[in-house]
C-alpha cells in the first residue's frame, strides 16, 4: 500500500514533541501529500501548521482527538474539517483544564510510589507542549527509574496502573455531535483500545454511526493484518470512511513516523470527499 496521507499525528500543542512547523516539514519531506494535525482536546497548532503547508506540496486537515467515556477501554473520537472551525475551542476548555490538573497527580503517584521525580522534570520533557504522559514517560526514563518508554507505561501510566490518573471525559454522543455541530467529520479512532471482541465492536460501531459516527481507524500502529481485516470488513459493512494513521506523537527509537501508517490515494480521495461532502 503506498500512503499519501497520516491521518492521525500530533504536535506539541498537546502531547507531541515537534511543534506544528516541524511536524508539517517531516511529513513533507517524507513524501506525504496530506497530513491531519489531531492533537488532544485543542485546535490551537493548526494555524502554524496551515501557514507551513503554504510554501510546501502538502495539504494540511484541520483535526483533533476527543477522549469520550467508555467503559471497558479507551474511546477516542477524530474529528476532522475542511477548515478551521472558528469557536470550537471554546466548547473544550473544561476538557483542556482536566488535562492540565491531570499531570501533577500523576506525578504525585509516582513520589506516593517512592520515585522522587518532581513536576519541573516532566515540564522540562515537555518544552512548549502541554505536558502529558509521553513527557511523565520520557522524564522517568532520564531519572533511572525505568529501563524504557514503553516500562513506565506498561508498569506505571496506562490505565488500571497504579500512577494512572483519569481525565475528564465528554460522553461519546456529545464528542460526536460537537464535531458535527462545527462542520466536521467524527471517526473512531483506534478501534483495538476499545477492548470489545468482534460482534460486541460491530454492536458498539452501529450505535455510535446511528449517532453521527462517519468513520473508523483501520489502519494503526497497534491493528495487525488480522485486526485490518476486520477493521476494514466492518467499516464497509456499516457505511464508514476507513482511515488510518501513525499516531505521531515524536521521534522514539523504534517509534512510528509520520506516513508509517496511513491511506493510499483511493482512500484519501474518499475521505476528502466525504468531509467535503463531494462524496455523499
Known sequence: MSIVADLHTHSHASDGSLNPRELVDLASSRGLQALALTDHDTLSGVPDALRTSVALSIRVISGIEISAAHDPGTLHILGYFPSLPPRLEESLDGLQRSRRERIPRIVGRLRDL???????????????SQPGRPHVARAMLKRGFVGSFDEAFDTY???????????????WGQAIALIREHGGMAVLAHPCTLDLDGPELHSFAERLRDAGLAGMEVWYPDHDPGMVSLYADMAADLGLVPTGGSDFHGIEPGGCLPGDHGVDARGFDLFWGRLTGAVP
Open 114 to 128: 517512592g520515585m522522587e521525580l518532581c513536576l519541573e522534570d516532566v515540564l522540562r520533557e515537555a518544552g512548549c
Open 157 to 171: 501510566l496506562r490505565r488500571g496502573r497504579p500512577a494512572y490518573v483519569p481525565k475528564e471525559r465528554m460522553e
